[in-house]
């Protein structure tokens, strides 16, 4: 899904009379095709797709024009697309680097705001601005640039720790954001998209397993942290909680807790595992 926006930068919208002063000599003109896309890379998949709800329309874009030319200072930034007055903001002549950012002000991916819904897009390219060449027509794609991360159970996970689960992302900004579900509660109808700034976080949880019986307390399960050291921008990571070997029978047997298809904890027990099974002490 991509959203298409185009504007004119320092159009030379008027004429002038021979004899008067040309008031944008030495200035040119910049055609700006924006675009933005919801392709994101992914740790376990080649690709994915981010929510379309999430994905800004190009208009809603700020733009950030920094002079590439050493001799020549300038910065500045409109807070929309729509902000950008075609008529009287001109640019003089020299090399530009041109930027579209999510936001009101540019801030980058390292200090963008973190939380549910909350994505980073931003996409920029240098060009040259020249009078001799006419409109100069360049077309930027503004992709996501900070970190997308989903935690989710299984059907077998949710079953299993039928009392519910808390569990906690923690980024290296402080952030800390709730994940999990409530007892006998079913799946969320809109699955949460946490995004964070691409440095080092953490998932850390507990869940708890239902009622053996009236006598017996549930058993809560405490999960060792997983930790992200090195996030890449750009990129969605999936977490995914499983267990496996609840629900045997036997008088022996083995619980697995799976995280991404691979086993981050087993505990061998001699008891019933299937906790409907086990008798009632009190009988």
């Known amino acids: 899904m991509k959203r298409l926006t185009t504007i004119l930068l320092a159009a030379l919208l008027w004429g002038c009379g021979k004899d008067e002063p040309n008031p944008t000599e030495g200035y040119g003109t910049l055609a700006l095709t924006a675009e933005c896309t919801n392709a994101v890379a992914a740790a376990t998949r080649a690709q994915a797709e981010l929510p379309a709800k999430l994905i800004p329309t190009a208009n809603e874009l700020g733009l950030l024009v920094e002079s590439a030319d050493p001799e020549y200072e300038f910065t500045q930034v409109w807070p929309s697309l729509d902000d950008y007055d075609s008529e009287n903001d001109f640019l003089w002549a020299t090399h530009y680097k041109i930027t579209l950012f999510s936001g009101t002000e540019y801030v980058g991916a390292g200090q963008s705001p973190e939380g549910i819904d909350q994505p980073y897009f931003e996409g920029s390219q240098t060009t040259l601005v020249s009078v001799g060449r006419g409109t100069t027509k360049i077309r930027i794609t503004a992709r996501l640039a900070n970190t997308a991360v989903r935690i989710r159970f299984t059907e077998r996970f949710r ?19 709730e994940a999990g579900y409530a007892p006998g509660a079913p799946p969320a109808k809109a699955e949460k998209w946490y995004f964070v700034r691409p440095a080092e976080f953490s998932i850390t949880g507990e869940a708890t397993k239902q009622k053996p019986s009236a006598t017996q307390p549930a058993q809560t399960i405490r999960f060792a942290e997983t930790v992200n050291a090195a996030p890449k921008a750009g990129t969605l990571y999936t977490y995914t ?14 619980e697995t807790f799976i995280l991404n298809d691979n086993p981050i904890r087993t505990e061998t027990v001699d008891e019933e595992l299937n906790d409907d099974a086990k008798p009632d002490p009190a009988n």
């Open 241 to 254: 909680f499983d267990v496996a070997g609840a629900g045997d029978t036997g008088d022996t047997g083995e």
């Open 159 to 177: 079953g299993y720790f039928g009392n519910g689960a808390k569990f906690k992302l923690t980024t290296e900004a402080g952030n800390e954001f």
